[in-house]
């Protein structure tokens, strides 16, 4: 993202607004973006739009997401530890998939499988193709290691994404595990 930034603004001025891990701040970049081809990362996508809840309103509000990203000419980047688990219908929007093949901390870069995808609008299937250069296939493709700073803003920002996380999945087992002890409760006095 740092490097499309700098490309398209001639700037690294990647703010935490660029990066995001919940819909409510997604809705809140597109709808205050000021210029076309701003970057926005949504981190976790398997999490946020996952296959087993795709007609959840999460996935539908996804959807229009996805649609007025691309009246405003946002570049939108997902990130998926499992793409396979993110909702079919976000899957059929995306033009391209990298899948990180190995890291090389010494080196600092990331070797990743560059893939062109093309939905098929009548079957929902997703092909894959290789990107040309040259005339030639492209089968890796080289990225370096971010900024310090974006490293230290993302990590910051997953430890707060994970606490709320925890903390919502926290109350809603005491919640599950009262209304049990309540039912149970109830069951005995009658």
Request: charged share 35%; hydrophobic share 35%; glycine share 2%.
């Amino acid at each position: 993202m740092e490097l499309l930034y700098k490309k398209q603004f001639n700037s690294k001025n990647i703010t935490k607004r660029h990066i995001v891990d919940d819909i409510a701040d997604a809705f809140h970049f597109v709808r205050t973006v000021k210029r076309a081809g701003e970057p926005l990362t949504i981190e976790e996508m398997s999490v946020l739009a996952g296959s087993r809840r795709s007609m959840s309103s999460d996935n539908v509000s996804f959807n229009y997401l996805l649609d007025t990203c691309r009246k405003k000419q946002v570049v939108l980047l997902m990130n998926a530890p499992h793409p396979k688990f993110i909702d079919s219908h976000i899957k059929a929007l995306c033009h391209v998939q990298l899948e990180c093949l190995k890291i090389k901390k010494r080196e600092k870069i990331v070797i990743v499988k560059p893939m062109k995808l093309q939905t098929n609008m009548e079957t929902a299937k997703i092909y894959r193709h290789r990107f040309q250069e040259d005339g030639r296939e492209v089968h890796r493709s080289f990225f370096g290691k971010p900024s310090k700073e974006l490293i230290e803003m993302y990590e910051k920002r997953k430890d707060i994404f994970m606490d709320e996380l925890y903390e919502i999945m926290e109350a809603k087992a005491k919640k599950k595990k009262e209304k049990v002890l309540i039912e149970k409760t109830n069951a005995i006095q009658n």
